[in-house]
């Protein structure tokens, strides 16, 4: 729950969120809870969106 960014990758790449663990990291006197996210292999595949990699033609072309 403390990382957002964490859980936005997780749910891009087909992980639902199942639950909250609550407190369940201590950092200090701090406690923090924790989203955990699961996908099951019959889940259906999270659609995939290709990136372009910046000189992988000039690499290639060695």
Do not use: Q, W
């Not at 964490?6 to 369940?24: H, M, N, Y």
């Not at 406690?31 to 290709?50: G, I, K, M, N, Q």
Request: hydrophobic share 40%; with cysteine; proline share 8%.
């Amino acid at each position: 729950m403390n990382n957002p960014a964490s859980c936005r990758v997780a749910t891009a790449a087909g992980f639902a969120a199942e639950g909250i663990e609550r407190a369940k990291l201590r950092y200090g006197s701090d406690r923090y809870d924790v989203e955990t996210h699961a996908r099951l292999s019959t889940d259906p595949r999270p659609p995939v969106e290709l990136v372009p990699i910046v000189g992988a033609a000039v690499r290639a072309g060695r």
